[in-house]
């Protein structure tokens, strides 16, 4: 059962400055605590219907459980389905930026679901790592979580003043615009930063001048833009087929 | 002034039954209601802030308008914000399907938001013309319209019985499947059917049974699956890079 005072701590980690307070986030949903798991990462305190705690016992023998009502978890928690479980989980440790091979970097994405595709999308193609500007949404809400479809398990995020990492690193960088080189066209380096934009303003002006080359997706039709996760997906797989 | 009997029916055309009986979808928030009013499509009756209508007088000059107060718009409304203008549109007739150069077509694509997205992106692509199986959502809901980001006016959404359209088809036929052929090596004929499957099940049977060439998007991480529009994007990038 969660004690009142459990499910008050619950609800406050969906906020970013209790997240930050307590060094905490929440993981939320059967798939992502089971990539969580599957993981062996660190997990605080799980709590999950019996259903839940059954089918994964095995998976479970080390993790410290309190099994809970699905209409108390529904209450708590910041999806509309599948509230199976909620894991209590430490942040981990901030690391360095890994500059071997393509860095994916964002310029204030703001929007939590786009912040999770696109950690989904680079797990996908690979990356395990990816550089968010500090003003891009907070990689513990649960909204992101929720969108990584338990990619945040093997996706590093790290926050960083992104102008002054591109403004010393080394290989090409690269930026999406509307109006640059067509990326069916142009020859990737496979040491190289790619930057997206924010979804209202796109690149900023002093990320702008970082960027050694500007990359556009191309359009054959009357649609002005794509949504910044979609065009993320899009520009890695033309990086990606280049040195495939 | 929108009457209390106008509200009524506004919102009564957010569900797809008086959509249907009245043969009348809606367009909602400024940037849908302008790409409609310049694609010079037939409007019923726009609500719109008197904002709005200053701002597009000259646009508007043949349209029948009716100022409203923003918080009654809201009210009416299904979107959260951008509540400038609300337009009563007829719908379309229905149209045969075109089979010239590339089609792409959704088996059971339920998701409104997805069906919306992979419109914009059909319109970006040049695609003027999406075929939809008769359990993809509802292309007239106000979701739908709303993620097109406009492109609904140039893309026409043909309902039609799928596997029967696929059966009578003379060119190739493409299905996005875990394991197919990597979109990276395909050589793709420019008269095809894409499919894209539904976002729980992936492509049904009876649709399979009618596929000639079973494509992939190639995976470099450990991210099990993309979300349909994001994997549309792709394979549609693939295709049109071999016909550029």
Known sequence: MISKNQQKQLRALGQKKYRKQHGLYLVQGEKNVIELVDAGLAIEQLFATSEFLTKYEAKLATTTCVEAEEEVLTKVSTLVSNNAAIAVVPMPSVQEINTDGL???????SDPGNLGTIIRLADWYGLTQLVVSENCADQFNPKVI????????????????????????????????????????????PNAVLVMGSES?????????????????PAFGGAESLNVAMATGIILDNIKRCHA
């Open 201 to 217: 303003h796109g690149i900023s002006d002093p990320i702008a001048a970082c960027i050694n080359k500007k990359v556009t997706i």
């Open 103 to 109: 860095v994916l970097a964002l310029d204030g994405v």
């Open 146 to 189: 929720s969108a990584t479809m338990g990619s945040f398990v093997r996706v590093n995020v790290v926050r960083t003043d992104l102008e002054a990492f591109l403004k010393h690193y080394q290989g090409e960088c690269y930026g999406a615009f509307l109006g640059g080189e067509s990326v069916h066209q142009c020859q990737f380096s």
